[in-house]
């Protein structure tokens, strides 16, 4: 954490057109109980066994991958999308964990 010293703004909270959920901090990262858990869709979201559902750190019922308002007063989990450019590459040619294509740039690391 010393390396990493900024962050986006809980009010960072875009709607992401395909899915009009909210995307930024608003999109959540999945702590469970892995015998609640049916299967995962995503690393960001998963499907529950009957009468289990995921919660905020309120104990709120999350519906989907996004909890909106973003909430940071018990738990905030750091997750630094882009570091330094030698990780951004690595990012690159690695890819994502959910999806079949790779949506990374190396030219995208400036934006």
Known sequence: MERFTRRASVDDTPIIKETGLYGGTAHISTIANPRRIYYFCSPHYAIYNIDDFAINENGVKVAAYSNYPPTIE???MNHYRVKSREEYGG??????ADLTRNIYKAESFSH
Do not use: L, S
């Open 74 to 76: 018990k738990i905030v």
């Open 91 to 96: 990012k690159v040619k690695r890819g994502t």
